[in-house]
């Protein structure tokens, strides 16, 4: 009775022992997830013929938290302005640069056309403050803060989005919440937080499926204080309702994968919102791979949504 009361003993300490383990590893996994390491701004305007811009910093709504970037006018780059302001938004772990586009190469391509060019660092990224990255939960609050910066200083000025993977979503986000974007160009994005982790959270983490997967998804709520279906795109589409889309994804996308933007698409009741897919363009690499088709398609769709009356309320 005694061998057998030993046994079970050491057995309930092995198993939790694991428990214990697991949790570790999937609480540190998670955790590094939240802290991506800084990336250096190793670039400049100047690098890619900007010489005028201004170099700004703005509160996030969560007022703690200020953000810094560059503003680039059209017209102190020397094109006639066309009244508009394109918010820039970049993916996780990167910075305003976004440098797989690289995003100052498209930027100067639209000051060219008299588009106004914001671009900042989310929280965690870059030179903003702030400690954590969440994917677009708490971004969302950083690029509200972008929109009021710009609408305050530049009254004047119509406000479009165009964003890369966490930036897209964080776009439609931030267009779901606030009227006065006028449209958005979203690159990559993803349909829903929770979906999206549910079947991609391994290739993120480099841990098999089971049982982190899971662990992680019931954890990481407690560390952000939210849940992944907090963080949901397809309704923030629904919600800009007369607001133009545009949509680009590549089908070589291995990180979201292109289906992400083809179910966004379809939540769209607006006429000129549009999927565009690059053939074998891999995870925000469409712009890289297809430069010149690239511009051409977004700016035909700011074009034609400028024009739109639909999207006046």
Same mark, same amino acid.
């Given at each position: 009775?005694?061998?057998?009361?030993?046994?079970?003993?050491?057995?309930?300490?092995?198993?939790?022992?694991?428990?214990?383990?697991?949790?570790?590893?999937?609480?540190?996994?998670?955790?590094?997830?939240?802290?991506?390491?800084?990336?250096?701004?190793?670039?400049?305007?100047?690098?890619?013929?900007?010489?005028?811009? !201004?170099? @700004?910093? +703005?509160?996030?709504? &969560?007022?703690?938290?200020?953000?810094?970037?560059? =503003? *680039?006018?059209?017209?102190?780059?020397?094109?006639?302005?066309?009244?508009?302001?394109?918010?820039?938004?970049?993916?996780?772990?990167?910075?305003?640069?976004?440098?797989?586009?690289?995003?100052?190469?498209?930027?100067?391509?639209?000051?060219?056309?008299?588009?106004?060019?914001?671009?900042?660092?989310?929280?965690?990224?870059?030179?903003?403050?702030?400690?954590?990255?969440?994917?677009?939960?708490?971004?969302?609050?950083?690029?509200?803060?972008?929109?009021?910066?710009?609408?305050?200083?530049?009254?004047?000025?119509?406000?479009?989005?165009?964003?890369?993977?966490?930036?897209?979503?964080?776009?439609?986000?931030?267009?779901?919440?606030? !009227?006065? @974007?006028? +449209?958005?160009?979203? &690159?990559?994005?993803?349909?829903?937080?929770?979906? =999206? *982790?549910?079947?991609?959270?391994?290739?993120?983490?480099?841990?098999?499926?089971?049982?982190?997967?899971?662990?992680?998804?019931?954890?990481?709520?407690?560390?952000?204080?939210?849940?992944?279906?907090?963080?949901?795109?397809?309704?923030?589409?629904?919600?800009?309702?007369?607001?133009?889309?545009?949509?680009?994804?590549?089908?070589?996308?291995?990180?979201?994968?292109?289906?992400?933007?083809?179910?966004?698409?379809?939540?769209?009741?607006?006429?000129?919102?549009?999927?565009?897919?690059?053939?074998?363009?891999?995870?925000?690499?469409?712009?890289?791979?297809?430069?010149?088709?690239?511009?051409?398609?977004?700016?035909?769709?700011?074009?034609?949504?400028?024009?739109?009356?639909?999207?006046?309320?």
């Amino acid at each position: 009775m005694n061998g057998w009361w030993l046994a079970s003993l050491i057995l309930f300490m092995l198993i939790m022992l694991a428990v214990v383990s697991l949790t570790a590893i999937a609480l540190y996994v998670g955790w590094k997830l939240m802290h991506p390491p800084r990336k250096p701004l190793s670039m400049k305007p100047e690098d890619f013929g900007i010489h005028t811009y !201004e170099e @700004v910093s +703005f509160p996030s709504r &969560d007022p703690d938290i200020r953000l810094s970037g560059w =503003y *680039l006018s059209a017209a102190q780059n020397g094109s006639a302005a066309n009244g508009i302001t394109m918010i820039f938004s970049h993916g996780y772990s990167q910075n305003r640069l976004e440098p797989h586009l690289p995003a100052l190469s498209l930027a100067k391509r639209l000051l060219a056309e008299g588009y106004d060019i914001l671009m900042y660092d989310f929280r965690n990224s870059g030179l903003s403050e702030g400690k954590i990255t969440t994917v677009g939960y708490l971004e969302q609050r950083d690029l509200l803060g972008a929109i009021d910066f710009v609408s305050e200083t530049y009254p004047s000025q119509q406000i479009a989005l165009i964003g890369f993977s966490m930036g897209a979503v964080t776009s439609l986000l931030a267009a779901g919440e606030d !009227e006065r @974007v006028q +449209f958005v160009v979203a &690159d990559s994005p993803y349909y829903a937080l929770d979906e =999206y *982790l549910q079947e991609n959270l391994s290739t993120w983490t480099g841990l098999p499926r089971f049982p982190f997967n899971q662990l992680m998804l019931s954890l990481l709520p407690f560390l952000v204080k939210a849940q992944p279906r907090h963080v949901a795109p397809y309704r923030a589409v629904q919600k800009m309702g007369n607001r133009p889309i545009l949509l680009i994804h590549g089908t070589g996308d291995q990180t979201i994968p292109h289906d992400h933007s083809r179910k966004l698409v379809a939540e769209s009741q607006h006429p000129l919102t549009d999927l565009w897919l690059v053939p074998e363009a891999g995870h925000v690499r469409s712009y890289a791979k297809e430069p010149d088709a690239y511009v051409e398609k977004v700016l035909a769709f700011l074009q034609k949504a400028a024009k739109n009356p639909l999207q006046h309320r």
